[in-house]
């Protein structure tokens, strides 16, 4: 009987031919290219059952879990890495509805999964986070954890801001059920390690907070060190001052008879209070640059006197057309008549 003939050599060649392809083709038609197999790859997802498409997932499951087990460490930071950059391209350029979609759906498929799982599976995962949190924990610098927490608390004020008042009585009557069931279930043990991990991070932040103290003295000291006699003197000025304003609205909320003096407070030290702002003195009563009665021959722009001159338009060669007309859906953003106009 005669040996079969392998057909690898013709794989080869219609790899190398295909890698030949691939190289020479323009952007155009590479985009052409992808559309192309995005719409096959669409309708093929459209006929298929729930039983192919299981099979599909789980034979890509299998070849994706077969193809991580075989790379090494090298080829797993590339691949995070290529991913982690693929990702931000991708949030970068998709738009808010693109972005609401995206998190929609995945709301629902980890929504779906979550149900699914058994208690087992929920124990394997969580515990899976834990220690994977742990070790990014572990890893992250100074930077980073400052990075995280502020990025982690601007997502929490403005999850509160945009929740409704049933929202916050559903999220804090979860938040209470969930820490009573956590402390009706926890042992005697657990019990005392969570007070003894209580007072540790009350001890950290009592020491947190002395450390920036000592530091924040030690600054003022430097500062006050290298200041000049000037400096000091309008420093002391300005403290004199900012007392005798607290004074006076301390003794203007016991007698408020005399609250009339706190709005006739003199403007006495003029020189660099713009930094020091004080709002009960009525600096317009003090001060007076006149109105706004000089007019550009060249854009017909306001100015004040003594403004100088080429300020608005540099002497007419700064030229700004008429804007157009904004089109209709942009108007409704940005004057509130749509229902995403908060978001925009």
Same mark, same amino acid.
């Given at each position: 009987? %005669?040996?079969?003939?392998?057909?690898?050599?013709?794989?080869?060649?219609?790899?190398?031919?295909?890698?030949?392809?691939?190289?020479?083709?323009?952007?155009?038609?590479?985009?052409?290219?992808?559309?192309?197999?995005?719409?096959?790859?669409?309708?093929?997802?459209?006929?298929?059952?729930?039983?192919? #498409?299981?099979? &599909?997932?789980?034979?890509?499951?299998?070849?994706? *879990?077969?193809?991580?087990?075989?790379?090494?460490?090298?080829?797993?930071?590339?691949?995070?890495?290529?991913?982690?950059?693929?990702?931000?391209?991708? #949030?970068?350029?998709?738009?808010?509805? +693109?972005?609401?979609?995206?998190?929609?759906?995945?709301?629902?498929?980890?929504?779906?999964?979550?149900?699914?799982?058994?208690?087992?599976?929920?124990?394997?995962?969580?515990?899976?986070?834990?220690?994977?949190?742990?070790?990014?924990?572990?890893?992250?610098?100074?930077?980073?954890?400052?990075?995280?927490?502020?990025?982690?608390?601007?997502?929490?004020?403005?999850?509160?801001?945009?929740?409704?008042?049933?929202? #916050?009585?559903?999220?804090?009557?979860?938040?209470?059920?969930?820490?009573?069931?956590?402390?009706?279930?926890?042992?005697?043990?657990?019990? &005392?390690?969570?007070?003894?991990?209580?007072?540790?991070?009350?001890? $950290?932040?009592?020491?947190?907070?002395?450390?920036? !103290? !000592?530091?924040?003295?030690?600054?003022?000291?430097?500062?006050?060190?290298? *200041?000049?006699?000037?400096?000091?003197?309008? #420093?002391?000025?300005?403290?004199?001052?900012?007392?005798?304003?607290?004074?006076?609205?301390?003794?203007?909320?016991? +007698?408020?008879?005399?609250?009339?003096?706190?709005?006739?407070?003199?403007?006495?030290?003029?020189?660099?209070?713009?930094?020091?702002?004080?709002?009960?003195?009525?600096?317009?009563?003090?001060?007076?640059?006149?109105?706004?009665?000089?007019?550009?021959?060249?854009?017909?722009?306001?100015?004040?006197?003594?403004?100088?001159?080429?300020?608005?338009?540099?002497?007419?060669?700064?030229?700004?057309?008429?804007?157009?007309? !904004? %089109?209709?859906?942009?108007?409704?953003? $940005?004057?509130?008549?749509? %229902?995403?106009?908060?978001?925009?």
């Amino acid at each position: 009987m %005669p040996r079969k003939r392998s057909n690898l050599s013709q794989y080869s060649r219609n790899a190398k031919r295909m890698r030949l392809v691939r190289s020479q083709e323009t952007e155009e038609d590479r985009e052409a290219r992808l559309t192309s197999s995005q719409e096959r790859q669409a309708r093929l997802r459209a006929t298929e059952t729930s039983a192919q #498409r299981e099979s &599909r997932l789980s034979s890509q499951r299998s070849q994706t *879990e077969a193809t991580r087990i075989r790379e090494s460490m090298e080829q797993r930071e590339a691949r995070l890495f290529t991913d982690r950059e693929a990702h931000a391209l991708s #949030r970068e350029s998709e738009t808010f509805t +693109d972005r609401e979609t995206r998190l929609s759906s995945q709301s629902i498929r980890t929504a779906n999964a979550r149900s699914q799982e058994t208690p087992e599976e929920r124990e394997t995962r969580l515990t899976a986070d834990r220690e994977a949190h742990a070790l990014s924990r572990e890893s992250e610098t100074f930077t980073d954890r400052e990075t995280r927490l502020n990025s982690q608390r601007v997502r929490t004020l403005l999850s509160r801001e945009l929740e409704s008042s049933s929202d #916050r009585e559903f999220r804090l009557t979860a938040d209470r059920e969930r820490h009573n069931n956590a402390r009706i279930l926890e042992s005697e043990d657990e019990y &005392r390690q969570r007070l003894q991990t209580t007072r540790e991070n009350y001890e $950290l932040i009592r020491l947190s907070e002395e450390n920036y !103290l !000592l530091a924040e003295r030690e600054r003022v000291r430097e500062i006050r060190h290298e *200041e000049t006699v000037d400096q000091r003197q309008s #420093r002391l000025n300005a403290d004199r001052l900012q007392h005798t304003v607290s004074r006076m609205l301390s003794s203007s909320i016991e +007698d408020p008879e005399n609250g009339a003096e706190i709005d006739i407070l003199p403007w006495v030290t003029k020189e660099k209070s713009g930094y020091l702002y004080l709002p009960r003195i009525d600096y317009s009563e003090f001060a007076s640059i006149g109105g706004m009665e000089i007019c550009c021959q060249f854009c017909h722009a306001l100015k004040w006197r003594k403004e100088p001159n080429g300020i608005c338009c540099s002497g007419g060669k700064v030229l700004i057309e008429n804007f157009h007309e !904004l %089109p209709d859906f942009i108007k409704a953003l $940005l004057n509130g008549e749509h %229902p995403q106009s908060k978001h925009f």
